[in-house]
């Protein structure tokens, strides 16, 4: 079991701001900015276009709910989608509030934000996934 099917699973610990049977969402723990979060399939795959259709399809449709809560939840103008696969052998999804272009630039410094901090910006984006209707 890879480390983001541990993650899903519960084994490891995490900032779920969304799940559902076949996908889950956490925050990064190496934000670019507050609100920086993943998702991911449950199922174990490597690469984002080994995914049938039918279930790529369906990932898309639950980050999009995802980044809708985020949006409502943190200020920003946009939501990034960002896909790059290389630094975890598991499919996911960086969804980064934008303000500006700079937000979403892997090569500057992560922010590193209390425990308290994350817990809340979490909890704040569950709730309002929660909320949403499919």
Known sequence: M???SKIAAGEIP?????ESEHF?????IHPL???HTLVIPRREVD???DMND????????FAKRVAKAVK???SCIKVAEVVLGLEVPHAHIHLIPLNSEADA??????LTLPEAKMKEIAAKIYAEFCRQKD
């Open 2 to 4: 890879d480390l983001f």
């Open 14 to 18: 995490s900032y779920k701001c969304a």
């Open 24 to 28: 889950y969402a956490f925050l990064d």
């Open 33 to 35: 900015v507050e609100g």
């Open 47 to 49: 690469y984002i276009f």
């Open 54 to 61: 039918d279930e790529l399809a369906a990932f898309h449709v």
């Open 72 to 74: 409502a939840v943190l």
């Open 105 to 110: 630039d892997f090569k500057r410094e992560k």
